[in-house]
């Protein structure tokens, strides 16, 4: 088993989970031969992933042969896998007792007491298993996470360097390393870090949105943004950032000019409030902006940015509007350079509640008023490194000439009562609910004192002078070597120290001290007050139009070709009137509660169960007109996606009663077996046969189903009615050296590299470049990952890693190549719709040969067999010989467009 690698408290620090291979055995109970067969088919059913059946495997040798450390040891494996961590722990007490000297038992006891966050002894139990083996590298890696955990930095760092020494190429010591340093303030030598890992693993999220701290944090802007962009596929961004179905593409600064752009909202509220600087460059350069944003944020954004609508997140409508952009993506157009912040003030306070709170502050004339926050972060990690105890408070709140005003957001008692009558506290503002109330009421301070956190943007955005108090490693927002901040002009930064003892009363004493130098600014009462109240958001309402639901929508997925399908589905589905309810194939993947056999679709205990489990999904259905299932390549055998739509088109037809269609797929119920007989077959056809409409992509599915007797109709995929949107790319490019372009398959292996190798190596002595193109809108293909992997071990340094940031740039890189090589169904799409000569090899189902077959273009299929590299040189020499017979002719693209228009020839 893999050792993967699992989060640990310590921000964004790894461990790697228990060593899976079986030890030499060091004083284990030696087992009769029946019993070590009973044992060796525990083992096998654990490597297979079958927990329970091992864990009664191990029980049963166990109830003989109590003392069999293996057994203890292996079985709490199963434990800790089926999140039992105090049964693991237990169990590999046991085994150590029986066996000490073994190395193995203790790391894994390490990484269990890790996930009970008993990080004193799992030092001590990675220790002991280094004592016992002092190459362990594993061991030093974890250890130097339990370590940080512990708050002991420099051992920390000692333990990294030792794993590095045993072994200079792990990535996950580098990426640890560079987080140590990255927290420690030391931005320079985390860059070198990341830079180090990346070049070994160049295709890992997480390294990449760590190496954009890193460039960002030393004011390296564009490399910084654009790395940025790979938090779209980095799992804990996603886990608390779900890509959201806009139905839009994404937009480019050189288009934006005469279009109507969408802005998406994320992350938290700083982040919303930060990001926002961005707008009236995109507003003045966009024909108009609709601007998404937390409700909360609502009034304040409509004011602001009056030219501008605004709507609440989950409210848009696409209808009308062309592109759609991130508010994140913004400043890798608009923030290249230090000269590109202005750091003005952008957000304006309401007028009336202005005037409200400055009332109220008659009473606090004479004193210098000032608004502090002392607590940051969500999550308990977050929590401890961006708040300042109380404690550390005292000399500002005893200063008679302050006038100390209580801004901290979900304050609580126990606060209140250490704060006593040094602070102003307002019961009736909620300081985290009412924004508008607060950013008026801020707007009255001569100064507001906060660690980072939401008051730290709303009073830079604000024009309200702002003392921000930063831990020495600091987010990547804030620029190393400055107090000032260019992102808000009003900002003063106050840095703790690294290595101080008690750093935060070290921050406090020059704050004090800058106080007694600190003159508030004149304000303008004018420029507070000049937007009116009036200003309202244009909030989007509903227009009466029939809804469809869009399951397993794609427009965030995988790579950009599935991106551009559903896009297409989107606007064709917005074009016959429906307003559209995209459900991600992130939430089909994921869906709970799933019937487990044919004979549960019709259970009404099931059914129960799936509505409980997914009773928002439901909700959705319920609402719809129309339910659209785009089928994709997601419709063969019996795992849990394509059981999961079926479930779906099952339940919305016979319980709902809905309109149900599947459009845009290949079907094959065997997993690519063409027979008709089988359980699964039996399955499909009954879900089929009661639908409303079925739009099948290529002729061999298309045949299949026929002969399961299931009403369908020949189409196509909708990815060519995407591409039609950018048909001025068929006029080639001319760059400056013609180049090929690989991509992936989900059916290829790493044995693929070498004869690849061999392949580029010949095309580049023949002056050709060679780029492996990746990108995704969000959840990079994993398949996409191992390919570029593959290849860095394989060829590393001779081709190009391109990273297509939106739907554009990959078809212009597509467009622009001599040759693609692939095993990806929509890349081949895509060449043959841009007239790039493609060779494609076989994927997991049959829907290639369809492909193919549709296309006119048979001989443009490579088997992965023993000919593979000699029939690779060969096609690929005919290709760039002569591409001209090698592309789509116009009839048979025009006959494409219209068996794609097929999929949607019943909506009605």
Not at 16 to 21: G, L
Not at 226 to 249: A, D, I, K, M, V
Not at 348 to 366: C, I, N, T, V
Not at 532 to 547: F, N, T
Request: aromatic share 8%; proline share 4%.
């Amino acid at each position: 088993m893999a050792k993967n690698k699992n989060k640990s408290k310590t921000g964004g620090a790894k461990v790697r989970s228990q060593a899976f291979k079986r030890p030499s055995s060091d004083g284990s109970q030696v087992l009769p031969a029946t019993a070590q067969n009973l044992f060796q088919q525990a083992l096998y059913h654990h490597k297979q992933g079958q927990l329970n059946a091992a864990a009664q495997g191990y029980q049963k040798v166990l109830a003989e042969f109590p003392g069999h450390a293996d057994s203890l040891h292996l079985l709490a494996l199963v434990a800790q896998s089926l999140h039992n961590p105090a049964q693991a722990s237990a169990l590999i007490e046991q085994a150590i007792k029986l066996s000490p000297k073994i190395a193995q038992y203790h790391f894994n006891h390490g990484v269990v007491l890790q996930g009970l966050s008993n990080d004193q002894a799992a030092i001590d139990a990675y220790r002991n298993a280094i004592r016992l083996k002092p190459d362990y590298q594993q061991a030093y890696e974890n250890l130097g996470v339990a370590l940080q955990d512990s708050g002991s930095d420099e051992a920390a760092l000692k333990a990294y360097q030792q794993a590095l020494e045993q072994n200079p190429h792990s990535v996950l010591a580098l990426k640890n390393l560079g987080t140590l340093y990255f927290k420690s303030g030391h931005t320079a030598l985390s860059l070198q870090c990341f830079e180090h890992a990346l070049r070994l693993s160049p295709v890992d999220p997480e390294l990449r949105l760590k190496r954009s701290g890193s460039l960002l944090r030393l004011g390296q802007w564009q490399k910084g943004w654009r790395e940025y962009r790979w938090r779209f596929s980095e799992q804990s961004f996603l886990e608390s950032n779900p890509p959201r179905s806009t139905g839009l593409p994404h937009a480019e600064k050189f288009n934006i000019a005469g279009r109507r752009v969408f802005v998406g909202s994320e992350q938290g509220l700083g982040d919303e409030v930060m990001f926002a600087s961005c707008f009236s460059d995109l507003i003045s350069s966009a024909a108009s902006c609709v601007l998404e944003c937390d409700p909360r944020l609502v009034p304040l954004w409509a004011r602001s940015f009056p030219s501008a609508e605004v709507i609440a997140k989950g409210e848009l409508d696409p209808h009308g509007l062309d592109s759609f952009i991130s508010a994140g993506d913004l400043p890798m157009y608009f923030r290249l350079d230090d000269a590109d912040f202005s750091g003005r003030a952008y957000l304006k306070p309401d007028s009336e509640k202005y005037a409200h709170w400055q009332g109220r502050f008659q009473e606090l004339a004479g004193k210098l008023k000032v608004g502090i926050c002392w607590r940051g972060g969500v999550e308990a990690r977050a929590v401890k490194e961006r708040s300042i105890d109380l404690k550390y408070w005292r000399p500002l709140l005893k200063r008679k000439d302050v006038s100390v005003v209580n801004l901290q957001y979900r304050c609580e008692s126990e606060e209140l009562k250490q704060l006593g009558e040094h602070i102003h506290t307002f019961a009736d503002l909620d300081t985290y609910a009412d924004i508008d109330g607060l950013a008026a009421l801020m707007s009255n301070l001569d100064l507001v004192i906060s660690v980072d956190n939401t008051t730290v943007h709303l009073a830079g955005a604000l024009g309200v002078p702002v003392w921000v108090l930063l831990p020495c490693g600091p987010e990547r927002r804030w620029t190393d070597d400055s107090d000032d901040s260019v992102w808000y002009q009003s900002a003063r930064l106050f840095r703790k120290q690294g290595g101080a003892k008690d750093g935060w009363r070290d921050v406090m004493a020059r704050l004090v001290a800058a106080l007694d130098e600190f003159t508030p600014p004149q304000r303008d009462e004018r420029d507070l007050i000049r937007v009116e109240r009036e200003a309202k958001a244009d909030v989007l309402e509903s227009d009466g139009a029939k809804i469809c639901v869009l399951v397993n929508d794609t427009s965030n997925w995988y790579h950009w070709g599935c991106s551009g399908t559903s896009l297409s589905i989107h606007r064709a589905l917005r074009r016959n009137g429906y307003r559209v309810d995209g459900l991600p194939i992130a939430m089909t993947q994921n869906l709970p509660a799933l019937p487990q056999s044919p004979d549960d679709f019709d259970s009404e205990e099931v059914y129960a169960n799936f509505a409980e489990h997914n009773s928002r999904l439901l909700a959705r259905l319920v609402k719809a007109d129309v339910l659209v299932i785009n089928g994709e390549g997601s419709l063969h055998g019996g795992g849990m996606v394509p059981v999961g739509l079926l479930y779906i088109a099952h339940i919305g037809k016979t319980r709902l009663r809905k309109t149900v269609q599947i459009i845009n797929h290949s079907c094959y119920p065997q997993d690519g077996d063409l027979a008709t007989d089988g359980p699964l077959n039996t399955l499909y056809q009954r879900v089929y046969q009661q639908l409303d409409y079925v739009a099948v992509r290529e002729p061999v599915s298309f045949r299949l189903l026929q002969s399961l007797a299931i009403p369908c109709v020949q189409s196509f995929d909708c990815l060519p009615l995407f591409i039609e949107t950018f048909a001025e790319l068929r006029s080639k490019t001319v760059t400056d050296k013609p180049y090929i372009v690989l991509t992936g398959s989900v059916a290829w292996a790493e044995a693929i590299a070498e004869p690849l190798t061999h392949f580029l190596q010949l095309q580049i002595a023949n002056g050709y470049g060679i780029k492996i193109l990746i990108g995704a809108s969000a959840f990079l293909a994993a398949d996409d990952v191992a390919f570029a992997q593959w290849m860095q071990r394989s060829a590393g340094g001779q081709f190009e890693l391109h990273i297509a940031d939106t739907e554009r740039q990959w078809l212009e890189c597509i467009a622009n190549a001599e040759l693609l090589v692939s095993g990806r169904f929509h890349h081949s799409i895509a060449a043959a719709c841009l007239d790039t000569p493609f060779i494609v090899t076989e994927s997991n189902t049959p829907k290639v040969l369809g492909l193919l077959e549709l296309l006119g273009m048979s001989n443009a299929l490579l088997k992965t067999d023993q000919d593979f590299v000699t029939n690779l040189h060969a096609m690929a020499e005919q290709r760039l010989r002569d591409p001209a017979s090698y592309v789509l002719a116009a009839e048979r693209r025009t006959m494409l467009l219209n068996l794609a228009d097929n999929n949607f020839a019943e909506l009605y």
